[in-house]
């Protein structure tokens, strides 16, 4: 398969906060647990130790159908607060097509005239299927985080 026939995902979305507040809200276990999930979903952060080379472990719980998914990986980069970078591994659960596959995920912010641009780039994905799904997941997860994050200021 060649590089460019690797299907990729690009999530880009404005969010009303500063890149730094933006970037805590990536890496702080208890303001992932907040957000860091599809719709009613909700985040379990089981592990997060958001270094280069740091795991990190998350249940994302849906309640409605009392499932839940879970993935896993390390840091690659940390650079705060403009990038992080990290694998992207689902482990067990219904996502049995992609389990163990590792995922490449990486995450920029940028300063931007109301706030900060959030631009999420998941790649290496095994077929476009499992990418349009992330696509949509990633989109959700994003709307929860502009929708929460003026609730991480007042903490």
């Not at 990729?8 to 303001?31: G, M, Y």
């Not at 390390?74 to 067990?92: A, C, I, N």
Request: glycine share 8%.
């Amino acid at each position: 398969m060649s590089a460019q026939s690797i299907p990729t995902v690009k999530v880009q979305r404005l969010i009303d906060a500063t890149p730094e507040e933006v970037f805590s809200a990536w890496i702080e276990a208890d303001l992932v647990a907040r957000w860091f999930a599809p719709g009613a979903m909700r985040a379990v952060v089981v592990a997060y130790e958001a270094r280069p080379g740091g795991q990190y472990r998350v249940e994302m719980h849906d309640d409605a159908e009392g499932k839940v998914h879970t993935v896993t990986g390390r840091f690659v980069e940390v650079q705060s607060p403009r990038r992080l970078v990290m694998t992207w591994v689902w482990v067990g659960g219904e996502n049995r097509e992609i389990k163990n596959h590792e995922t490449l995920l990486t995450v920029e912010f940028a300063a931007r005239r109301g706030g900060t641009e959030v631009t999420l780039l998941h790649e290496r994905f095994s077929d476009q299927a499992s990418a349009d799904r992330h696509a949509h997941g990633w989109t959700a997860v994003l709307e929860n985080l502009a929708q929460r994050i003026g609730s991480f200021k007042a903490v």
